[in-house]
T-cell receptor, first 114, second 114 residues
């Protein structure tokens, strides 16, 4: 089975801290994604990447950056965490360039910023 | 732009009841349509998909038919179980679009009571 692993299930950080959310996939997928999930808003795409060292902005990139130094790892970075970034963060990956290919999601990282 | 609208929840049903979760979309071109499910404490996983008009996706007793004339992709199940309690997301990807353009509805929470 394809596995997408998010290193932290629950994090509590203080306002202004730098936060790293790590995601690793084990099936050699080209594409990786970061979403945030909020009640009543569904999933919103933050950033995605089609290849190593490549990144594209999603719908809500402000306040976030990403890093993809290796194919299997995609990191989401909050340079200076704020309370409005309290949310569930979901990483996903997929194979190939077909629009019909399926996303495989990690279990999520719930971040609370105090 | 493209969008997905699904019925608001929560939806509460008794075991063995019939389920319909409505999903309609607005899109140019010929999108692929998906239903993802999120069980408590987990990430999203694909439930079913359809890539062209009149296709029927099915899995685990769930079905959805791609209706281009009504721009709909309603999810149905004849007899729900307690284990079907989850949040269901309808999603759209326009034909030829990158997966960075996958658009999710806001999700519908289903609770099934014994």
């Amino acid at each position: 089975d394809v596995k997408v692993t998010q290193s932290s299930r629950y994090l509590v950080k203080r306002t202004g801290e730098k936060v790293f959310l790590e995601c690793v996939q084990d099936m050699d997928h080209e594409n990786m994604f970061w979403y945030r999930q909020d009640p009543g808003l569904g999933l919103r795409l933050i950033y995605f990447s089609y290849d190593v060292k490549m990144k594209e902005k999603g719908d809500i990139p402000e306040g976030y950056s990403v890093s993809r130094e290796k194919k299997e790892r995609f990191s989401l970075i909050l340079e200076s965490a704020s309370t409005n970034q309290t949310s569930m963060y979901l990483c996903a990956s997929s194979f190939g360039s077909s629009g019909a290919n399926v996303l495989t999601f990690g279990a999520g990282s719930r971040l609370t910023v105090l | 732009g493209d969008s997905v609208t699904q019925m608001e929840g929560p939806v509460t049903l008794s075991e063995e009841a019939f389920l319909t979760i409505n999903c309609t979309y607005t899109a140019t071109g010929y999108p692929s349509l998906f239903w993802y499910v999120q069980y408590p404490g987990e990430g999203l996983q694909l439930l079913l998909k359809a890539t062209k008009a009149d296709d029927k996706g099915s899995n685990k007793g769930f079905e959805a038919t791609y209706r281009k004339e009504t721009t709909s992709f309603h999810l149905e199940k004849g007899s729900v179980q307690v284990s079907d309690s989850a949040v269901y997301f309808c999603a759209l990807l326009n034909y030829g679009g990158s997966q960075g353009n996958l658009i999710f509805g806001k999700g519908t929470k289903l609770s099934v009571k014994p």
